[in-house]
């Protein structure tokens, strides 16, 4: 048996809680397949009086984050704490220029630095590890980076967000409203400190941009995600989309496109006899497309401490086993940098729904801005019930560029037939 890796963990809150939780639990097991024990030695966290229902007096108390990084007693730092900047930055930064392995599950810092601190862990020849980062439990960055590592990838897309699809599927299942939703999937521990970030999908962009990177060996390119969330899909969207047959999920594509690296995040029609249409509440799922392996798709856990803790643990299991190589599945070199493909280009089919006034001549100034950009309808439907004493229409195109669409909206902009804007969702081809 070797000597124990010696672990520094800044941030005790849900996932440096359910690290703590999971290293007592599963002790020996991880013991005898690590090769040696994992032992914290060190914590940091804000506050240093708060309850957090496990036995903090075993490790050491530093009041000063900044300092675990160089805490003598450490091989590996943990980063808990979140934020793109600020101290899990400052963190990363000393502990890899130290060459000392660095976990952490902050998609946030990694979508906005990973070049810079992959870049690092290569020049000290450190650990830089990030399982956790991306759909939490699911051991997708490992699948891509090793299990998919012969592929070229056309495509990576999924459910990337536990908080919205957590949302989503209660508005869909029980009629009921985005507010009060949100306060539960918070209270459960799926959302970001800041909940805007789950459901404007910047969350979810941030992860998406570490997939690509990986999958395509590209620069992480966060800046070039178009982001769009799910603050403005109503239940009656939902139900619509049903009648329809389909679910509506917060989805990320990355594709390479003839001009470019396509990237984006937001609501999407999913067709039911696609799996995404099944995964529900806080689950996650990737579909991966290889060009020898076909079409893979992971599934599980996305958010909460458990799932999350579990990625943390293997990332440092991988360590203490001394096997772990480029963070992106490629020496940061030759991260190559992607250009932005233009979205309009792309063909897809899209649903749009409408609010509108009861007047006469409504549908038909719909309908001359959908032929005037080359849009063809697919299906078109009118209900009497929706908010804002307005009138509900939701459309289906057909397949087509997606600029033509754009176009359409654009000459509807400020249209006075119009109550509140527009929702536009991708269908999910
Ligand atoms: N909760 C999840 O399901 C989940 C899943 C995957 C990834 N993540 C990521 O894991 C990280 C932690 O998330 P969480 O949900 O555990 O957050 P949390 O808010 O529950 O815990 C954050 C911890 O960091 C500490 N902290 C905050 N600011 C600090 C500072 N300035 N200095 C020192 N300590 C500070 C807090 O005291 C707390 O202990 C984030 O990057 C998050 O995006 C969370
Ligand atoms: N807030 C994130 C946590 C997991 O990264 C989510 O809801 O998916
Ligand atoms: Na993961």
Redesign the pocket.
């Known amino acids: 048996m070797g000597d124990a890796l010696r672990v520094a963990l800044?941030?005790?809150?849900?996932?440096?809680g359910g690290v703590i939780r999971l290293l007592d639990a599963n002790r020996d097991l991880i013991t005898r397949r690590a090769g040696r024990p994992i032992e914290i030695v060190a914590v940091?966290?804000?506050?240093r009086t708060?309850d957090r229902g496990v036995d903090l007096s075993r490790f050491a108390w530093v009041d000063d984050?900044a300092a675990l990084a160089s805490h003598p007693d450490a091989d590996v730092v943990v980063e808990?704490?979140?934020?793109s900047d600020?101290?899990?930055l400052t963190l990363a930064r000393t502990a890899l220029g130290a060459g000392r392995g660095f976990v952490?599950?902050?998609?946030?810092?990694l979508a906005h630095h990973g070049l810079e601190l992959a870049q690092k862990a290569e020049e000290t020849n450190a650990a830089l590890k990030f399982e956790?980062?991306v759909a939490?439990g699911i051991p997708v960055i490992k699948g891509l980076r090793e299990g998919a590592a012969a592929n070229a990838i056309a495509r990576v897309y999924g459910i990337l967000n536990?908080t919205c699809n957590f949302i989503l599927s209660k508005m869909e299942a029980e009629g009921r409203d985005f507010a009060e939703v949100l306060s539960e999937a918070q209270a459960l521990?799926?959302a970001?400190?800041d909940p805007s970030f789950d459901i404007d999908g910047v969350?979810a962009a941030h992860k998406l941009s570490i997939l690509a990177a990986i999958a395509f060996g590209t620069q992480p390119a966060f800046a070039d995600v178009a982001i769009g969330g799910v603050r403005h899909v109503l239940a009656a969207d939902i139900a619509q989309a049903a009648s329809l047959g389909y679910r509506v999920r917060l989805v990320g594509v990355a594709e390479e496109g003839a001009n470019g690296l396509f990237q984006r995040v937001h609501p999407h029609l999913v067709p039911l006899d696609h799996p995404l249409a099944h995964v529900t509440g806080s689950t996650n799922a990737v579909v991966a497309e290889g060009n020898f392996v076909g079409r893979l798709l992971f599934q599980g856990a996305?958010?909460?401490?458990g799932p999350?803790a579990s990625a943390v643990v293997a990332d440092l299991i991988d360590i203490a086993r001394g096997e772990y190589g480029a963070s992106f599945a490629m020496p940061a070199h030759e991260l190559i940098p992607a250009a932005k493909a233009d979205s309009g280009e792309r063909r897809g089919r899209a649903y749009l729904r409408f609010t509108v006034q009861d007047k006469v001549g409504v549908l038909a100034e719909i309908a001359a801005a959908m032929r005037d950009a080359g849009v063809s309808i697919e299906s078109l439907i009118q209900r009497g019930e929706a908010a804002d004493g307005g009138v509900m229409i939701a459309i289906v195109t057909h397949e087509g560029p997606e600029r033509a669409v754009a176009q359409a909206l654009e000459r509807l902009r400020g249209s006075q037939s119009l109550v509140g804007q527009p929702l536009l969702m991708h269908i999910l081809g």
């Open positions: 800044a941030g005790l809150g849900t996932v440096g940091s966290a804000r506050d708060k984050t808990l704490i979140g934020g600020g101290p899990a952490t599950a902050n998609k946030a810092m956790a980062a939490g536990g521990g799926y970001e400190a969350d996305g958010a909460g401490d999350t």
